[in-house]
C-alpha cells in the first residue's frame, strides 16, 4: 500500500505560479509512474503529467507542455509539479496517483493507477 498527501494549491491570478508537492509514504521503487491529474466542475478527471522513476522521464499532457514541469526528489517519494503561465482554465482539484504496473502506453488512463491523494484545489481568476 502506498498513502499519497499533495499539498500545495491555491488561488493565483492569471499568469502566475503554483507548485504542488504529492508525498508518498514509502519509496516507490524505479518501477512506478506517479502523476498528476485534474478535474473540473462537470468535468472527466483528465491527465496532466508523470513521471517514471526508472531513467527519470516526464510526460505531459498538450495543454500544459511548456507551461508544467514534473519532477522526482531524489529519495523517491515525492514528485512536485511546478505550474507556470496558469490560466484559468487550469482552475481544477488536481490529484497525485501512482501504480507500479503501467506500460507506457497506460499512464494517461486514469483507471489504470492504484493509489490516489486525496486532492489540492488549483483555483486560477482571470
Known amino acids: 500500500q502506498v498513502q499519497l498527501v499533495e499539498s500545495g494549491g491555491g488561488l493565483v491570478q492569471a499568469g502566475g505560479s503554483l507548485r504542488l508537492s504529492c508525498a508518498a509514504s514509502?519509496?516507490?521503487?524505479?518501477?512506478?509512474?506517479m502523476a498528476w491529474f485534474r478535474q473540473a466542475p462537470g468535468k472527466e478527471r483528465e491527465f496532466v503529467a508523470a513521471?517514471?522513476?526508472?531513467?527519470?522521464?516526464?510526460y505531459y499532457s498538450d495543454s500544459v507542455k511548456g507551461r508544467f514541469t514534473i519532477s522526482g526528489s531524489t529519495t523517491d517519494t515525492t514528485v512536485t509539479l511546478q505550474m507556470n503561465s496558469l490560466r484559468p482554465e487550469d482552475t481544477a482539484i488536481y490529484y497525485c496517483?501512482?501504480?507500479?504496473?503501467?506500460?507506457?502506453?497506460?499512464?494517461?488512463?486514469?483507471?489504470?493507477?492504484?493509489?490516489w491523494g486525496q486532492g489540492t484545489q488549483v483555483t486560477v481568476s482571470s
Open positions: 496517483a501512482a501504480d507500479g504496473n503501467l506500460i507506457l502506453s497506460s499512464i494517461g488512463n486514469k483507471d489504470q493507477y492504484d493509489y
Open positions: 514509502r519509496r516507490t521503487g524505479s518501477r512506478f509512474f
Open positions: 513521471f517514471r522513476w526508472s531513467g527519470r522521464y516526464s
